[in-house]
């Protein structure tokens, strides 16, 4: 197992190294993101370097980075595959995310595997076969219902975590399973390029040629939201809790994970059992909201029964909430009768013609009050040819609300690690300590001679502030004591130089007590480790039903 049973891991996605840094600041226990190649995302590429800036920064925190190397992979490609994961392993990657049991017959490192989305877990026992293969963590299938999930978390949970996706999009088939992009267009899924062809617009006939929809976008999904559903995910045996999206922004990322932090402590709080995968607290400086980034509509999809309404037919965009009406329309202008504020560079959509039209609002002014006490906005888009046709009446919705935005483009969390700190006298002067909740401790000590404080209350206050002032570091102080034999007065730049060392101790402390987990190999199967071997091969013949040299995936 990747986890400890008591453990809940809220795993974010990256784009980059510097998002990643961001989804952990706003709560994230893991953060999952791709390599330089072989991720089935292509265009979310980073560099080895990067990533071990990363691993780095997640491991003060406890916090773990999987790497994404879950494409079908082709022959000519095994070798750098496998130079590429001990690069990886180098970096302090925790985890790789892999598709192709190939993999398993390469000359791996000690790093734990988790099984991709793209694997297609559907049941108990292609989840035992994977985990008795070795792999230490497994996302189920989207498509699952809440019992079908405990069913399998029941047959797995001596010896694998089991992960779910609990936020982001959903494709029209299953994970892995999908060619519809390969066969339209040759680009795979399977190897990092999906054509999406499931957001295209269709016209679907009967058998007579009767038009049933017309031009309508019969394969795209809402997306899922399993934000009512967290407690019954944990209660089925759920402990690693994924949001989709490597494709996505900052924004984006700090707004969901946030959402999700909140309401997974929120739960802690209730059931003491159950506690966060990484150390330290999010302090979020803005109310998450999930509506206010991508999505196409919100589904909790099968997880508590078979529904009608999961599809996104009329738009594949993000349409967004909805904002007002429209009031009146100039040639270059409308105005919009609405309860909200509204900002300079708000984006608003209506519907036109059976699709979804866009638009910015370059300058926004209030000009008045409608019946029923709403606000008249006048509004000049970018794009003023797209008011042509729009009547008062329509709805309007707004996609972007700047304002917020550019609350999330600023610092807007920050993330702590509890501290008790403990300023003590010595022979020859103080010594200042911090021991945190992972039980790291680092002191600092300072010779000097101790004088007696003229006002003792006011000196025993400014050493209890001056040992708790942790505000550019990465800690919180819980609680000061003072093992003193009186108030003493102690120079300003004496208490702050030891502050200052103790926490960089500290942080160093958290680094070197960071263990990364161990991998499980799978039965009979012995992983060399002889890093510099030219063979992609262990001399061993035993192969996993399933897996081939030629690295294609076990279905």
Request: hydrophobic residues 40%; charged residues 25%; glycine residues 8%.
């Amino acid at each position: 197992m990747s986890l400890l049973p008591h453990q809940v891991e809220l795993l974010s996605p990256a784009k980059t190294a510097e998002i990643g840094r961001e989804a952990i600041l706003h709560g994230a226990d893991a953060v999952y993101i791709g390599g330089p190649s072989f991720g089935a995302r292509h265009n979310a590429c980073n560099s080895v370097e990067d990533i071990a800036g990363l691993t780095a920064f997640a491991h003060r925190y406890h916090a773990r980075i999987f790497a994404t190397l879950n494409t079908i992979l082709h022959d000519a490609e095994l070798e750098g595959a496998r130079k590429l994961i001990w690069q990886l392993y180098d970096a302090g990657v925790d985890a790789l995310i892999i598709q192709d049991m190939g993999i398993l017959q390469m000359d791996l490192p000690p790093i734990q595997l988790h099984a991709s989305t793209q694997c297609d877990i559907r049941d108990a026992d292609k989840a035992r076969f994977l985990s008795d293969a070795g792999f230490s963590q497994i996302v189920l299938a989207r498509e699952l219902t809440i019992p079908q999930i405990r069913n399998i978390a029941d047959r797995v949970a001596d010896s694998a975590t089991i992960e779910y996706f609990i936020h982001g999009a959903l494709c029209v088939a299953f994970s892995g399973q999908c060619y519809i992009s390969h066969a339209d267009t040759g680009r795979s899924a399977n190897r990092g390029d999906c054509s999406q062809a499931c957001r295209l617009p269709y016209t679907l006939t009967d058998e007579k040629g009767g038009v049933v929809a017309f031009d309508k976008h019969l394969l795209s999904m809402k997306d899922n939201n399993q934000s009512a559903n967290l407690e019954a995910l944990l209660d089925a045996g759920v402990r690693s809790l994924k949001i989709e999206g490597r494709y996505k922004d900052v924004s984006y990322v700090k707004n969901i994970t946030a959402h999700y932090r909140l309401l997974l402590d929120e739960i802690f709080e209730r059931r003491p059992e159950l506690a966060p995968a990484a150390s330290g607290s999010s302090e979020i400086y803005f109310t998450p909201d999930p509506d206010k980034t991508f999505h196409r509509g919100a589904t909790d999809y099968f997880a508590t029964g078979r529904k009608q309404d999961i599809g996104a037919f009329d738009s594949p965009k993000f349409v967004g909430v909805g904002l007002g009406t429209v009031h009146k329309v100039g040639d270059t202008w409308l105005e919009i009768a609405t309860r909200e504020q509204m900002s300079n560079g708000d984006g608003i959509n209506f519907m036109k013609k059976r699709e979804v039209v866009g638009m910015q609002l370059n300058t926004v002014k209030q000009v008045g009050k409608a019946e029923g006490g709403l606000l008249v906005w006048r509004c000049e888009p970018n794009d003023p040819a797209a008011l042509a046709g729009l009547k008062p009446g329509v709805d309007i919705s707004r996609n972007r609300d700047h304002a917020w935005e550019l609350a999330l483009l600023k610092k807007s969390a920050e993330r702590r690690v509890g501290v008790w700190a403990v300023l003590s006298e010595t022979a020859d002067g103080l010594e200042l300590s911090y021991t945190d909740a992972d039980g790291c401790s680092a002191s600092a000590r300072a010779e000097l001679q101790l004088e007696p404080a003229k006002d003792a209350a006011r000196a025993e206050q400014s050493l209890r502030d001056a040992a708790a002032k942790l505000g550019n570091t990465m800690f919180q102080a819980h609680e000061v004591s003072l093992n003193l034999s009186q108030p003493w007065f102690v120079p300003a730049s004496v208490i702050n130089g030891l502050r200052r060392e103790a926490a960089e101790k500290l942080e160093a402390a958290r680094a070197a007590a960071w263990v990364r987990p161990s991998a499980r190999p799978p039965p009979s199967r012995r992983r060399s480790s002889r890093r510099r071997s030219s063979a992609i091969w262990p001399t061993s013949t035993t192969r996993w039903p399933g897996t081939s040299t030629s690295g294609t995936a076990w279905k």
